[in-house]
């Protein structure tokens, strides 16, 4: 085949290597519009993975390339004052000058002709000359640009500022450098790619860079006030730009994000940066342009392949990883575009916060990473949540948490699960049981499904109550069990259905209404759940008010049960949460409009509800934050601004669930994918939060907890099938300390031991 390869980085370059090393008789030449040696940016990080790819792809540069690494293994955060260093990261790095000409040298020795100084422009005739043109021009390519529909463009242009800067200064370490000044924070990425050079990248906010007057400077202005903001760290070492083409404050740039939905349109294929980008901060796009032009010519040189199939395979096969990278990648973004939520965390949380930014790294991988050092930070936690009394090293989520005078024993709870399983509201020995194992199962909390507080307030005819004298027996039965034969405590839910009233038991058909026997709804406005569901009756003030009473009661019925916290249902779309969303609530009167309106009602059943409850126990609001529908819906800066107004009427504990508030929400699903709400509710509002939501793992968990995302973690569904689910995450991490059912010892030693052999046997089998 005839090929171009529009752009000589380490995509370009590297294909050419690759389809010369699968077929020499392929005619390749790169077009790139630099003279060699002339590149921008400075030192580019790889991981083991990486090198392994290269390595069985071409082992000959690949045996320059690893020769030349830089190898480090510790992360120093400097975070006000204070140097937290954890090891085990094990890095490696290069030059990016120093790549590419050994690269250079490898594509020449195989054949490639390399055009340097070679500006290419897309609309020239001659690219209809080659089979393929490999569009390898990087982030701002003027190839995909030139068919932006033809290749499905998303471009997400990034909030922060960032300059990419070396110096000689070398640093030992990956180093995080945060600095605080009177225009706010600014902070460094440093790491050692030379012997004697470094990659510095200094990045901040807009109004940040801004009131640093980076935007009037000049590219050497910029540079020495970088010098000066980050002199201590820099031990006299000048900063250096190699971006002496960007002019003035054009040095400076914001990270853009690209996808695109197809990479290929006639005989151009996109590679690389042109195809796809990752943020810096997690030191991904070399890796990714590698692993591109592997596959690609993989593909295109595999015998009976179509070029359509063979572009198929790339596509499916490289989507899927980029995909997994731009999503830990957009993680780490908004850690560092959100940081001013994290700079009130100690400096030990504040590290562990930054490490743990992308998801991709754990709790459990830290401790793979540095034992000593996640340790440190387990008895940090512990000291924390105990007031200096425990100096335990145990995992986070077996921590003790206290809301008013209601302390649980550890973080971890049943999230709220309707079981559509009562008669006429009232608990039976289904209920009796279900709770009462689940009580057994090691959980601090543990939540009533939604309990509603009227027969028409009721989900569906399966759905508990508490609005009569039989419902308080039997609730009373099921608390006195949870209280005298578990450590576990037990939150009452409290709720009324609204437009989501009158439907089918769970497994019959979600929010499907009856066959028969369906009895009239009301809530916020005439909107019905779907067109299937019927249109509710709009609330009247007298309504109102009767509904309101009807929690009032049900929080007093409560507390003849001996429950030991209430929680207010105003999620999911429910009767509460339809006055709160714009999707549900179309109300004209002092109810609805603006968001200060939709939560007058929601606001004044919760503090009417905690004017009933004993000052000395919690309570809790479940909100939906996000309807997942954009800014039509309830977004997380309005939720934020919810939780805030819950918690004045005295809310402990905002319980972050998010959507089902309308049909049609498109959620983004993933692991622990409320979460990001919840971190947001409590490092922005400074509340008290529960996460929720795909949370299954006990690293989830104690990742989630040691990172202050939430105070306390609620599972559901795993506890569905395991109630046990807390006393198998001690025994999986050989924590002793659990709260064991007297009757379930033996048990429980013999998990521990076997869960630890079968560890120990798979670590020796890795190994
Ligand atoms: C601040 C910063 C730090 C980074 N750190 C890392 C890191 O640590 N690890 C990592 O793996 N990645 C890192 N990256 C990302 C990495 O630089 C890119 O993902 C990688 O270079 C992509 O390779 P590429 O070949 O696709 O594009 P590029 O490296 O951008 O190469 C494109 C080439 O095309 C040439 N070109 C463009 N247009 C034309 C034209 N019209 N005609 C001729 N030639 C043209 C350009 O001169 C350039 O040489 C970082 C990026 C930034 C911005
Ligand atoms: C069967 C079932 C019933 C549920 N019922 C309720 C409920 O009564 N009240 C409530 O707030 N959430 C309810 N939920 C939502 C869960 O509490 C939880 O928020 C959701 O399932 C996500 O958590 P998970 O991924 O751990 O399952 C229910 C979930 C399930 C699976």
């Known amino acids: 085949m005839r090929i171009a390869c529009v752009g000589g980085g380490p995509a370009g370059l590297y294909f050419a290597i690759s389809m010369k090393l699968r077929d020499p008789a392929h005619q390749i030449e790169v077009f790139e519009r630099n003279a060699p040696g002339v590149t921008f940016g400075w030192g580019v990080v ?9 390595t069985t792809n071409d082992p000959a540069s690949a045996e320059v390339i690893t020769r030349e690494f830089a190898h480090w293994d510790d992360i120093d955060v400097h975070f006000r004052g204070e140097t937290i260093t954890s090891g085990g990261h094990g890095f490696i790095g290069i030059g990016r000058k120093r790549l590419l000409e050994i690269l250079q040298d490898r594509a020449r020795e195989l054949d490639v002709v390399l055009h340097f100084n070679s500006e290419c422009d897309p609309a020239d005739a001659m690219w209809g000359d080659y089979d393929l043109v490999i569009a390898s021009d990087g982030i701002n390519s003027r190839f995909r640009d030139a068919e932006r529909e033809a290749f499905g463009v998303d471009e997400d242009v990034r909030a922060n500022k960032f300059v990419w800067l070396g110096t000689s200064k070398v640093f030992e370490a990956f180093t995080f450098a945060f600095e605080e000044t009177e225009h706010g924070w600014i902070w460094a990425h440093a790491y050692r790619f030379a012997p004697d050079a470094s990659t510095f990248i200094v990045e901040c906010s807009e109004e940040t860079w801004r009131g640093f007057g980076f935007d009037k400077m000049s590219q050497d202005e910029s540079i020495a006030a970088c010098e000066k903001l980050f002199a201590k ?28 939905e197809r990479w290929s349109s006639g005989n151009v294929i996109l590679l690389g940066d042109a195809a796809h980008t990752a943020h810096f901060s997690i030191g991904s796009g070399t890796k990714l342009a590698l692993e591109d032009a592997i596959k690609l010519a993989d593909v295109l040189n595999r015998k009976g392949l179509s070029l359509e199939a063979a572009m198929d395979e790339y596509v499916a096969e490289r989507n899927l990883e980029v995909l997994k990278l731009q999503n830990s990648a957009r993680n780490s973004t908004e850690w560092f575009e959100t940081l001013e939520r994290y700079t009130h965390f100690e400096p030990l949380q504040f590290a562990y916060s930054l490490l743990t930014r992308s998801q991709r790294i754990s709790h459990e ?19 924390r949540a105990t007031a200096g009394e425990s100096n335990k090293t145990a995992p986070p989520m077996f921590a003790p948490f206290k809301l008013r005078e209601m302390e649980v024993m550890n973080r971890v709870t049943v999230s709220p699960m309707a079981m559509y399983s009562a008669v006429d509201g009232v608990p039976n020995d289904f209920h009796f049981v279900h709770y009462g194992e689940r009580a057994l199962g090691g959980a601090g909390l543990i939540f009533t499904e939604m309990t509603c507080v009227s027969s028409e307030g009721r989900i569906s005819p399966g759905c508990t109550g508490m609005w009569n004298e039989d419902h308080v027996a039997a609730w009373k039965r099921i608390v006195d069990f949870v209280h005298s034969q578990s450590k576990a405590k037990i939150c009452l839910q409290l709720g009324h259905s609204g437009a989501k009233g009158s439907t089918r038991l ?4 979600n929010d499907v209404p009856l066959d028969e026997g369906n009895w009239p709804v009301m809530a916020a406005s005439d909107v019905p759940w779907s067109p299937v569901n019927q249109v509710p009756r709009p609330m009247t003030r007298a309504d109102m008010d009767a509904v309101r009473d009807q929690f009032v009661a ?4 409560g507390i003849e049960c001996g429950f030991d916290m209430v929680e207010l249902h105003a999620a999911h779309g429910y009767l509460l949460a339809g006055f709160i969303t714009p999707l549900q609530n179309k109300r004209t009167d002092e109810y609805g409009g603006s968001l200060e309106n939709r939560l007058r009602y929601p606001l004044e059943v919760f503090a009417a509800m905690r004017a009933a409850w004993p000052k000395d126990r919690p309570m809790s609001v479940r909100i939906s934050a996000t309807d997942w529908a954009g800014e ?9 601004l919810i939780g805030e107004a819950f918690a004045r009427e005295g809310a402990d504990l905002i319980d972050v669930s998010a959507g089902q508030s309308w049909a ?4 983004v699903y993933g692991r622990m994918f409320q979460t990001p709400f919840s971190d947001r509710i409590r490092n922005e509002g400074k509340l008290a939060t529960m996460a929720v939501g795909n949370i299954y793992e006990p690293d989830h968990a104690n990742s989630i907890l040691a990172a202050g995302r939430a105070d306390l973690v609620a599972l559901a569904r795993p506890h569905l099938v395991d109630p046990f689910w807390t006393l198998r995450a001690a025994a999986q991490l050989d924590y002793r300390d659990v709260a064991v059912p007297p009757q379930y010892l033996n048990g429980m030693s013999q998990l521990a031991r076997n869960l630890k052999r079968e560890a120990e046997m798979a670590a020796a089998l890795k190994a």
């Open 506 to 509: 769970g497994w019959e058909g």
């Open 632 to 640: 039509d819906g309830i977004t997380s800066q309005e939720a934020l």
């Open 554 to 557: 049900a929080v007093k019925m």
């Open 664 to 667: 049609g929400q498109q959620p």
């Open 233 to 260: 760290y820099l031990d006299g070492h000048r900063l250096q730009s190699n971006a002496s083409h960007l002019v003035g404050s054009a040095a400076w740039l914001n990270f853009k994000r690209i996808k695109c």
């Open 365 to 383: 991988n830290l401790r793979l990473r540095d034992r000593e050092w996640l340790e440190g930070v387990e008895r940090w936690f512990w000291k």
């Open 46 to 54: 790889f991981s083991d993975l990486t090198v392994d790819n290269i």
